[in-house]
C-alpha cells in the first residue's frame, strides 16, 4: 500500500497496475536467491510458523527451480480458494491494492532483491510478497479475511479512516502471531520472510505479546524500521476473519474521539502473553543519539 502514489499507472503497467510477470527474464542468479532464502527459512521455520503457512508451502511448491512462476501457481491457489496472485511494478496506490484484494487478486513485485540483500530490504520484493503472503492464502479462512479487509479498506478510503485499518493489516498480516496448543506461531509475512524477526517475535525478551483486539490493534501505531516493540496474538484464523467481518461504521467515530496508545505500553484490559522489557528498543534510541 501507498497512499501517495499518483492514480496513473506507470508506463508499461495496465490501468489496474499490473504488468507480466516475466518468468522466462530471470538470470539463474536470481533463481539462486530465491533458493538461498528459500531453504534458510524454511529450516528456521519448523516449529515457529503457524500449520497453516507451512501447509501452504507444501501445497504450492514453491521451491522448484528458483523463483515461482506465477501461471503455475496460481493453477492451485485459484483451485484452492479462488485466489491469484497478479504482478506489480512495485508499491501501488491504496485505491488499487484495496481493490486486488477485494477481488482475490494479491498483488506481487516480480523483482528479487540482490545476494549482498539477503537480510534486508526496503520495499517489498517477489520473495517477501510470495513467500512470505502467499501460502496462507491457500487457508479458506484467511483467503476469506484478506478479502474482507480489502472490501474493508475500500470503504476506509471514503470514510477517511485508512490510517486505522493500516494498522490492522500490520499487526496481523505482516506481524501477527497465532495462539496454539503447542505455543505462538508465526503467520505474518513480514515475521516469515525474515530470519532475524523469525527469531525476534518469537524469543527475545524485548517486545510486549499481546491478545488481540481490534479497536485496540486500531489504536496502536507501528514501525516500519526495525523489529516490532509489540505484537498481537489471535486466538484462531477464524477468530480473526469474524472480527474483519464486523460492521467498523460505529468503531471509527469512536477512534475519532481516542488518543493512540504508545507502542510499547501495556495498557488496562491487555491480555499479556509476554511483558516485554522493551530493552532492544532503549538501545537502539541510544546508539542513534
Not at 516449529?47 to 523463483?67: E, N, Q, S, T, Y
Not at 505479546?209 to 486500531?218: A, I, K, N, P, T
Request: with cysteine; aromatic share 12%.
Amino acid at each position: 500500500m501507498a497512499d501517495d502514489l499518483s492514480l496513473i499507472p506507470p508506463p508499461g503497467a495496465r490501468a489496474d497496475w499490473t504488468i507480466d510477470q516475466g518468468w522466462e527474464g530471470y538470470s539463474q542468479a536470481e533463481h539462486d536467491v530465491w533458493i538461498t532464502l528459500y531453504e534458510r527459512q524454511t529450516k528456521l521455520l519448523v516449529g515457529r510458523a503457524c500449520d497453516p503457512f507451512l501447509k501452504g508451502l507444501d501445497a504450492l511448491d514453491l521451491h522448484r527451480a528458483g523463483i515461482p512462476d506465477f501461471r503455475r501457481i496460481n493453477e492451485e491457489l485459484t483451485r484452492l480458494t479462488g485466489w491469484s496472485v497478479v504482478a506489480v511494478p512495485g508499491l501501488v496506490p491504496d485505491a488499487v491494492f484495496f481493490d486486488h484484494l477485494a477481488n482475490r487478486r494479491f498483488p506481487a513485485g516480480q523483482f528479487i532483491r540482490r545476494a549482498d540483500q539477503l537480510d534486508y530490504l526496503q520495499e517489498p520484493d517477489v520473495f517477501h510478497d510470495v513467500f512470505g503472503h502467499v501460502p496462507m492464502l491457500t487457508d479458506p479462512t484467511f483467503a476469506d479475511y484478506m478479502a474482507a479487509y480489502g472490501q474493508g479498506g475500500l470503504r476506509a478510503l471514503g470514510l477517511g479512516q485508512l490510517h486505522n485499518l493500516a494498522r490492522l493489516y500490520w499487526y496481523t498480516v505482516e506481524f501477527g502471531l497465532l495462539q496454539t496448543p503447542a505455543g505462538l506461531r508465526i503467520y505474518g509475512a513480514g515475521i516469515v520472510s525474515s530470519r532475524a524477526e523469525s527469531i525476534f517475535a518469537l524469543d527475545d525478551p524485548s517486545p510486549n505479546r499481546l491478545g488481540f483486539d481490534l479497536e485496540r490493534v486500531m489504536r496502536t501505531p507501528y514501525r516500519i524500521d526495525d523489529f516490532q516493540q509489540v505484537y498481537f496474538v489471535i486466538p484462531s484464523l477464524q477468530a480473526l476473519l469474524d472480527s474483519t467481518l464486523a460492521d467498523f461504521g460505529a468503531l471509527y467515530p469512536r477512534l475519532q474521539g481516542q488518543t493512540d496508545i504508545p507502542i510499547d505500553a501495556i495498557a488496562p484490559g491487555d491480555k499479556v502473553f509476554t511483558q516485554g522489557t522493551q530493552a532492544y528498543a532503549r538501545e537502539q534510541r541510544a546508539s542513534a543519539s
